[in-house]
């Protein structure tokens, strides 16, 4: 259906999975991966990354500021990888990889990213729980422990990565 300027998706009409949500338009703010059903117009743009992400070691995003990179990598490649994860826990019994979306630079990236691997690989794995690996301040070791304890891929995305130096110049 088209909408009209000032209709609202919640109308009587509305499916009822969408009544939590108010309108579709999130406005200059970023798309979520709660708003991935209203997020359109860049399916494939989304597709190549998420397969990129998949096939190769590093995968560049970029572009100027405000084109909408943020919204494709959490509504557009996020949540369909999420959900393809989701779907091989149910179907197989584990997925092959964990997806962590990380974006929060401004205290110890390091101690914050390793927190978002270890809740990513809970979430991917369906676990109430998962052991907490031995402190160490190199970013390899974490991903080396977490991909061989559990046996999968970790599919990590560095969103809005130069704030990276704005909080931290003098690393």
């Given at each position: 259906g088209v909408l009209q300027a000032g209709q609202n998706v919640n109308s009587e009409v509305a499916p009822k999975s969408r009544s939590h949500v108010k309108s579709p338009y999130v406005g200059l703010v970023p798309f979520s991966e709660k708003h991935a059903e209203f997020f359109y117009g860049r399916k494939e743009v989304s597709k190549?990354?998420?397969?990129?992400?998949?096939?190769?070691?590093?995968?560049?995003?970029y572009g100027p500021s405000g084109v909408g990179k943020s919204s494709v990598l959490r509504a557009g490649v996020v949540s369909p990888l999420r959900k393809i994860a989701s779907h091989a826990l149910e179907t197989r019994g584990a997925p092959d990889f964990a997806v962590?979306?990380?974006?929060?630079?401004?205290?110890?990236?390091?101690e914050d990213l390793s927190q978002a691997i270890r809740e990513a690989v809970q979430t991917s794995l369906g676990l109430a729980t998962v052991d907490s690996i031995p402190a160490t301040r190199s970013l390899v070791e974490i991903i080396k422990t977490w991909t061989e304890r559990y046996g999968i891929e970790l599919l990590i995305i560095l969103d809005q990565f130069e704030e990276y130096f704005l909080y931290h110049e003098d690393e």
């Open positions: 190549i990354i998420a397969a990129n992400l998949r096939a190769a070691r590093l995968t560049l995003v962590v979306y990380f974006y929060l630079w401004a205290s110890d990236p390091l």
